[in-house]
């Protein structure tokens, strides 16, 4: 369940030749790891979790929650204190650190999940909505993360704009309909199969944004999806508003990489696996449609083929 | 809806889906083919579905006018169609290579016509129908703000099957600071133009063509029409070529820098230059048509002025050709900066998921349905936590009993403005301007010795030689561009004739101050023809 990594994770065996700075001597460290937890101790292990609930608290802001921090990191049993905590709540510590605090995710059936029925009341009725939400937050992490080392880089900063988005997706949908028109392919769906319509012309097809009557941003266009799902993400510690250019600019955080690189990145791909399309052995598959479209041809170099899984 | 209210009734909302089904009656088919095997294979049966969708396109037009009749009041003067193609050709002219069209603008500028239809009505009523038909052309009642036909193919297999066509006519694109401005789709402009289905650069050579066949003939009707049609391929080339370099500038690699686009950017300024050369050709020979048609009787003068309204054409596409040429230019040096950010950067430690290429990219042609399940799973993993609300019943009474906030609608209270007189200390009066003038507004046959002029200031106000001094001297160099472009009918000058000036307070130069003509009528004619 806990699925931290060990290069990010401040490993519980004391390790002096790190030669952090930052923590400090830990003069008591010796100490304290023979007394007993006690329920001051998982009061303060509590404490920690819920710091790590608030994502938007910096540790760097904050004494009482970098004090916490440096605990975790020095007394192994209050480290394991705090993962049971986390994990009796229906948590995922992706990460403990300065840079990203207590960094915890809710596990599918925590009661701090995000549902989409809640997230948009529309997308609980239409499938298309249901979609197109799912798809904004899909589309705002590649564009934070555009190349595999971007996710991977611990010290890289996405930035991204919600029009810039918009156009992003907009494009390889425009791409996807040029190769099927030099395909020959009747994209124009079957009249009463919705499900069925490709995925690309349901966003093709909603407009970018629209005049509305107060001056707001219309709330079913692609921009205006595109900008609840930022809100939300800044909402949950993962973006930060840095001007309001092209509909509003914005830049990640390290919360956000994590929750990406280890929760969504990989869950998605799972289900992606389980629809049997993407080929895990070698890349030159079935998701190559047609090797010689080669104007204007993203396939080529844009992460396709598959390495392996 | 009653037909007393007098706005809202209009807004009649424009059916969610246009549905316009061209399916023949599925009885008649079997009939037709025999032994159940469709005659018309699916390539005879492409053309067939091009042709169906570009009728489909011309669908919402008519629809207007069918439509007209459900509104509030008496409509029925307005012909919907025409105004609805004059607004897609006003957003297509207006469309620029960063933004599209201005809503207001389009309303201004089609209100014109509108009041022609119906001169009697009021201007309201005039504004209404053009918000109307432009709100029905974006088609704002739907979720999509687009159109759907359905027509029927038969698919490889001789099955008969149905599909939705969707398309949009004029579509809202978001602009800079958050504006949105409207942009005629490549559904509109094909409709507009009516050349259905056609490549972009031949259809713009062929225009041109037939351009100088027909002034070379003489017939400038024709040649208006074709110089139109030149001006929108332009358009449509143009943005084209935007969207293009909009990709270069999101991602490198997902543009083929190697041949594709150093190719397209090539033909493209070969293109640019091709139509320069053309059209100021073009700019020449109907300059001189113009002027050589004299205005003698009617018709030549009907000729004079479409000729001139065929120069105001060309000078566009030529304004356009030179805007796609600088974006052209700026297109190899964005390529060489977003190559030094995106691929020289340090290699990473490790690589990790692509999340476009492993991700969105595989996603997007999937069916909605299965696309869903990986977005799905995407969500409920990547959008954070949200902490449940606990609340006790007690705080849950005062929570609904609480009135809610009222939206403020004016935003703050403007401060007022606290305003200081500022204290009058100009060297000379109004009056003495006013005298000043009145000395200075000389015959045009009559110029006169500045050495006089002062000396009769001198005798009706002592500090009156000090301006009119002023005065002469800035008439030395008189300001003859913003008298030209005002259409003055004349204009004081003063020239230095070596006569050094005696005078107790000046000196210098006993400058010769007079009116000049001009010639307002031609100058106006030479303004519109450089504009």
């Known amino acids: 369940m806990t699925q931290y990594d060990a290069d990010e994770v401040p490993q519980p065996d004391p390790a002096p030749d790190t030669g952090e700075t930052a923590w400090g001597a830990p003069a008591d460290a010796p100490e304290t790891p023979p007394a007993a937890l006690t329920p001051a101790d998982a009061a303060d292990a509590a404490r920690l979790v819920s710091f790590g609930l608030q994502p938007k608290l910096l540790p760097a802001r904050d004494v009482e929650y970098a004090d916490l921090l440096r605990r975790y990191r020095d007394e192994p049993a209050f480290a394991r204190l705090a993962d049971a905590v986390a994990g009796g709540l229906g948590l995922v510590v992706l990460e403990v650190s300065t840079r990203a605090g207590m960094a915890v995710a809710a596990a599918e059936d925590s009661v701090f999940a995000v549902r989409m029925g809640d997230y948009a009341r529309r997308a609980s009725a239409d499938s298309a909505d249901r979609f197109l939400h799912g798809l904004a937050h899909l589309a705002i992490a590649a564009m934070s993360f555009p190349r595999p080392e971007d996710l991977a880089d611990d010290g890289y900063i996405g930035r991204i704009t919600v029009n810039g988005v918009d156009a992003f997706v907009r494009q390889a949908c425009r791409r996807l309909e040029e190769r099927a028109e030099q395909d020959g392919e009747n994209t124009d769906p079957v009249t009463d199969a919705p499900g069925l319509e490709s995925a690309w012309r349901v966003y093709a097809r909603r407009s970018a944004t629209g005049a509305t009557k107060d001056a707001r941003r219309l709330a079913g266009s692609t921009t205006g999806i595109i900008a609840k799902a930022v809100t939300f993400l800044v909402d949950s510690g993962f973006l930060q508003r840095t001007g309001d250019d092209a509909g509003g600019a914005y830049r990640t955080t390290a919360r956000y990489q994590l929750q990406v690189r280890d929760m969504a990145g990989t869950a998605a791909m799972a289900e992606l696996l389980e629809l049997g399309i993407v080929p895990v052995s070698d890349g030159s598959a079935s998701l190559l449609p047609g090797e010689e479209t080669d104007d204007l041809d993203l396939v080529a170099e844009a992460g396709l083929p598959f390495h392996s899984g | ?531």
Not at chain 2, 33 to 51: K, S, T, V
Not at chain 2, 145 to 150: H, K, L, M, T
Request: charged share 25%; with cysteine; hydrophobic share 45%.
């Open chain 2, 1 to 531: 809806m009653s037909r007393s209210a007098p706005f809202r009734p209009l807004s009649v909302p424009a059916p969610t889906l246009c549905d316009v089904t061209f399916s023949a009656p599925g009885a008649a088919a079997p009939q037709l083919n025999g032994h159940g095997r469709p005659a018309p294979g699916p390539a005879a049966d492409e053309g067939l579905a091009r042709r169906l969708r570009a009728l489909a396109c011309t669908a919402p037009l008519h629809d207007l006018d069918a439509r007209k009749a459900n509104l509030a009041g008496e409509y029925g003067v307005y012909a919907m169609a025409e105004v609805a193609l004059a607004v897609i050709d006003l957003v297509t002219l207006n469309m620029d290579f960063d933004t599209g069209a201005d809503h207001e603008e389009i309303v201004a500028k089609v209100l014109p016509r509108i009041a022609a239809q119906a001169p009697d009505r009021p201007a309201a009523e005039h504004e209404r129908v053009a918000r109307w038909v432009l709100e029905n052309l974006i088609n704002v009642g739907s979720v999509d703000r687009g159109f759907r036909a359905v027509y029927g193919t038969f698919d490889t297999d001789g099955a008969y099957v149905r599909r939705d066509y969707d398309f949009k006519l004029v579509e809202e694109v978001p602009g800079a600071g958050g504006t949105v401005y409207l942009r005629a789709t490549d559904e509109a402009v094909n409709v507009l133009v009516g050349a259905l289905d056609t490549d972009v650069t031949s259809a713009q050579i062929a225009a041109e063509v037939k351009l100088e066949v027909l002034i070379s003939r003489g017939r400038l009707a024709d040649a208006q029409l074709a110089a139109e049609q030149a001006r929108y391929r332009t358009v449509q080339y143009a943005e084209t070529l935007r969207k293009t370099l909009e990709a270069t500038r999101r991602n490198v690699r997902s543009v083929d820098w190697l041949r594709t686009v150093p190719d397209m950017i090539n033909e493209a300024l070969d293109h640019v230059a091709d139509r320069y050369r053309h059209e100021n050709a073009i700019l020449t020979n109907i300059r001189k048509a113009r002027d050589e048609a004299e205005a003698v009787d009617a018709r030549t003068g009907e000729h004079k002025r479409r000729a001139a309204e065929l120069v105001d054409i060309v000078k566009d596409c030529i304004r356009r050709h030179t805007q796609l040429q600088s974006r052209l230019l700026e297109a190899g040096p964005l390529f060489r900066a977003e190559q030094d950010r995106q691929a020289f950067a340090a290699p990473a430690a490790r690589t990790g998921l692509d999340l476009y290429g492993q991700l969105v990219a595989p996603v997007l042609p999937l069916p909605v349905e299965q696309a869903t399940r990986v977005t799905d799973a995407f969500f409920a993993r990547g959008t954070g936590l949200r902490t449940p609300a606990a609340v006790r019943v007690a705080d849950l009474v005062e929570v609904l009993l609480t009135p809610p906030v009222e939206r403020e609608h004016l935003g703050a209270e403007m401060p007022e403005p606290d305003l200081v007189a500022t204290p009058d200390d100009s060297r000379f009066s109004e009056a003495q301007l006013d005298a000043a003038t009145a000395l200075l507004a000389l015959p045009a046959d009559a110029p006169r010795r500045l050495s006089g002029l002062l000396a009769e200031a001198r005798r009706e106000d002592p500090e009156l030689p000090y301006l009119v001094a002023l005065l002469a001297v800035h008439a030395a160099s008189p300001p003859v561009g913003t008298a030209y472009r005002q259409g003055e009918q004349q204009l004081l000058f003063a020239v230095d004739d070596g006569t050094e000036l005696i005078d107790p307070e000046f000196g210098g130069a006993d400058l010769i101050v007079g009116t000049a003509l001009l010639d307002a009528a031609g100058m106006a004619a030479d303004r519109s023809e450089v504009a």
